[in-house]
T-cell receptor, first 110, second 114 residues
Framework: RKEVEQDPGPFNVPEGATVAFNCTYS??????FFWYRQDCRKEPKLLMS???SGNEDGRFTAQLNRASQYISLLIRDSKLSDSATYLC???????????FGAGTRLFVKA | DVKVTQSSRYLVKRTGEKVFLECVQD?????MFWYRQDPGLGLRLIYF???????EKGDIPEGYSVSREKKERFSLILESASTNQTSMYLC?????????????FGPGTRLLVL
């Protein structure tokens, strides 16, 4: 079993749709959680951190459920420019142990 | 803006060759990382370094070595390239302390070993 698991997708949604991704992790000692975005043939970039209380950044909302060991990302009012792969990232041991999920591909179409 | 650069975007090498991948960051980060990314497997950590001349093995260090002689530069070495090392290689760096989890990536090097 992978330490961080994501649905690979792809998710194909129309512009304006709301789409949600989930990610599960297996190590209960995990400390910090993130969503990264990776465009085709580009490097991953931090999208947002994920906090236990949940956090929002514009159209993006991230939530963490430690009891069930999953994190989620909600994208509202999808834009064409949201098309990318979204990577779930979990760290522990002071940040040196970082596990990346394989990513979920999102295609937003006009 | 944090900038992480990698020496090559694309490389083609032959089996058995020694390959050097260079990474430079300009933000005075203590931590630097080398990953490889393969379809369906995500990013896998090869080596990381938390200080000059310090290195630690990641999850898949076999067939690789690293060098960190200067703070801003972290090199990945494939001692004898093999076809199963064909991959995308990504370098990253981060601050120490409470912000260390946020990693900044270079553009990647696509390596093809024939």
């Amino acid at each position: 079993r992978k330490e961080v698991e994501q649905d690979p997708g792809p998710f194909n949604v129309p512009e304006g749709a709301t789409v949600a991704f989930n990610c599960t992790y297996s190590n209960s000692a995990s400390q910090s959680f993130f969503w990264y975005r990776q465009d085709c043939r580009k490097e991953p970039k931090l999208l947002m951190s994920v906090y236990s209380s949940g956090n929002e950044d514009g159209r993006f909302t991230a939530q963490l459920n430690r009891a069930s060991q999953y994190i989620s990302l909600l994208i509202r009012d999808s834009k064409l420019s949201d098309s990318a792969t979204y990577l779930c990232v979990v760290t522990y041991t002071g940040g040196f142990k970082t596990i990346f999920g394989a990513g979920t591909r999102l295609f937003v179409k006009a | 803006d944090v900038k992480v650069t990698q020496s090559s975007r694309y490389l083609v090498k032959r089996t058995g060759e020694k390959v050097f991948l260079e990474c430079v960051q300009d933000m005075d980060h203590e931590n630097m990382f080398w990953y490889r990314q393969d379809p369906g497997l995500g990013l896998r950590l090869i080596y990381f370094s938390y200080d000059v001349k310090m290195k630690e093995k990641g999850d898949i260090p076999e067939g690789y070595s690293v060098s960190r002689e200067k703070k801003e530069r972290f090199s990945l070495i494939l001692e004898s390239a093999s076809t199963n090392q064909t991959s995308m290689y990504l370098c990253a760096s981060s601050f120490p302390g409470t912000r260390q989890e946020t990693q900044y990536f270079g553009p990647g090097t696509r390596l093809l070993v024939l």
